[in-house]
Structures are given as C-alpha cells and as structure tokens.
C-alpha cells in the first residue's frame, strides 16, 4: 500500500492554457474525491466517484473542469482555459465504501500557480 | 448540509504545554466526525475520528477528542505538545452514509520553545 499519489506535485501555467492532473488512488478503494484547497481555508469538495461513475459535482467546479476515472482505477482532473482564480493546491482522495464510517486517505496535493 | 466552524485561526503555544482546538458543527443529521492534519505543502493526514460509542475518541501522536452532541462540538486536544506538533489542523464533518466531507477553515498551531 503506498497511498494516494498526485502529479504532478507542481503546476505553473500560463492564463488560458489548460492542465491536467493525475491521482492513483489506493488500490483497494473504489470511492475517489477531488478537493481544492485555496490559501488559508479548508478543503473544498469538488466531486467523487464510485468505481468509473461521476456521483456528484459540485456547483464549484465549472464547465471549465473535467474529471475522469476510467476503468475505476486512476482518476485525472483537467482544467480549460485556466484562470488565476484556479490557483490552488487540489487535492485528491480515496476511500473504501463498506467499512464502518469512511476514512478518506489524502494525497499529497497539485499545487497549481497560474500566471 | 453540514457546516463546520472552527473557532481559532491561530493558536500559539510553548513546548510542554496542553492545547485545545475547538471545533463546532451543524447538522439536520446525525454525522462523523473527524480531525486531520497538515503540514505544510502536505496533504492531509487522520489523527482521529468519532463514528459511534464512546464520545472521547484516541488518536494517533497523542491527541485526543471529545464528541459533545448536545453542543454540537469536537474539541481536539494534546496534554503536552511537541515543536513537531506545528501544523494547520482541520475539522471536518459527513453525514453518515454518505463520505464527502465538510471542512472547517482550520487552525494554524504553532509551538515555540
């Protein structure tokens, strides 16, 4: 078991480009979340998924945002036409459903600037 | 819907001495509840959580947390920190049942010697 990896851990882009990020998560979990987390605030829940299905999204992720997990396994989050209000460290987690309760194994975070 | 305030931004505190990190929350619901960790450029680590039974939860580098519901608080506290023990702390809330989690805005501990 060696956790949740994200990728990249740092991402500066220039205003309008587009980025791509990639969790694998925990090999066992079938439930993955992606959080964003802005200077001094807590996590925000952006969306999750069981297995390869997109359950929710939140009304924080905008059109210009894209998730996917195909085949149930990794799961990468692409953001369009990147903004500076983007900027933030996103987070990506993983969980078993079935256990007594949730416990959510985080990632170590993309920290994404955009310039 | 669940909310979760936490009730200090910044808390400083010497080598030695206790903490207490104060966490209130909202629900229509019965909810879990949960504490993590982070230090800087990390991602978020579990030092405990409150699912059911015992309203004073154990976690792991010492801490523990008291679920109070009539008050709707998860108070995290350490009787002694450590220099290691500077981090931002999080409180966070889910419904049961259901595995998003609602975040507080944290809590920055600092410890000086």
């Known amino acids: 078991d060696t956790g949740v990896s994200q990728n990249p851990r740092h991402k500066i882009t220039k205003r309008g480009q587009n980025v791509t990020f990639r969790c694998d998560p925990i090999s066992e979990h079938n439930r993955l979340y992606w959080y964003r987390q802005t200077l001094g605030q807590g996590p925000e829940f952006l969306t999750y998924?069981?297995?390869?299905?997109?359950?929710?999204k939140s009304r924080l992720l905008s059109d210009r945002f894209s998730a996917e997990r195909p085949k149930g396994s990794f799961s990468t989050l692409e953001i369009q036409r990147t903004e500076q209000g983007d900027s933030a460290m996103y987070l990506c987690?993983?969980?078993?459903?079935?256990?007594?309760?949730?416990?959510?194994?985080f990632g170590q975070g993309t920290r994404l600037t955009v310039v | 819907a669940q909310s979760v305030t936490q009730l200090d931004s910044q808390v400083p505190v010497f080598e030695e001495a206790p903490v207490e990190l104060r966490c209130n929350y909202s629900s229509s619901v019965s909810v879990y509840l949960f504490w993590y960790v982070q230090y800087p450029n990390q991602g978020l680590q579990l030092l405990l959580k409150y699912l059911s039974g015992s309203t004073l939860v154990k976690g792991i580098n010492g801490f523990e947390a008291e679920f109070n519901k009539s008050q709707t608080s998860f108070h995290l506290r350490k009787p002694s920190v450590h220099i290691s023990d500077t981090a931002e702390y999080f409180c966070a809330v889910s419904d049961l049942g259901y595995y998003k989690l609602s975040f507080g805005a944290g809590t920055t501990v600092t410890v000086r010697a």
């Open positions: 998924f069981q297995n390869e299905a997109q359950l929710e």
């Open positions: 987690a993983s969980s078993f459903m079935g256990q007594g309760g949730t416990e959510a194994f």
